[in-house]
């Protein structure tokens, strides 16, 4: 089973950035597909952004589009969210998700998922 750790979550004023971290234990993340997700209170989780394992990036949202990017370290453990010009609507709880293990699609639906972690929160206020 895989094992994902969300960091990086926290507080930061519009306009600003953060860097949220999706880190695999003690494997490779380097076969996965693995999707950006976040939840805010009552309502469901929302796809926001996936890398598959050949590293095409999907946006599901297009707000997301030149403010988000996923990319993958060098020892490919962990994938990470980089989110610029952030706005208080992106306040939510965070999630990475994992594809099984060589699947190379990024479905929308989080059903399609199977591993997650367990959220960082982010919150965008001044």
């Known amino acids: 089973q895989v094992r994902l750790v969300e960091s990086g979550g926290g507080l930061v004023q519009p306009g600003g950035s953060l860097r949220l971290s999706c880190t695999a234990s003690g494997f490779s993340l380097s076969r996965y597909a693995v999707g950006w997700f976040r939840q805010t209170p009552g309502k469901g989780r929302e796809n926001i952004l996936c890398i598959s394992a050949t590293d095409e990036l999907t946006y599901y949202t297009d707000s997301m589009k030149g403010r988000f990017t996923i990319s993958r370290d060098n020892a490919e453990t962990t994938v990470s969210l980089q989110m610029n010009s952030l706005k208080p609507e992106d306040s939510a709880w965070y999630y990475c998700?994992?594809?099984?293990?060589?699947?190379?699609?990024?479905?929308?639906?989080?059903?399609?998922?199977?591993?997650w972690g367990q959220g960082t929160q982010v919150t965008v206020s001044s």
């Open positions: 998700a994992t594809r099984p293990e060589g699947s190379n699609n990024c479905p929308r639906g989080p059903y399609d998922y199977g591993d």
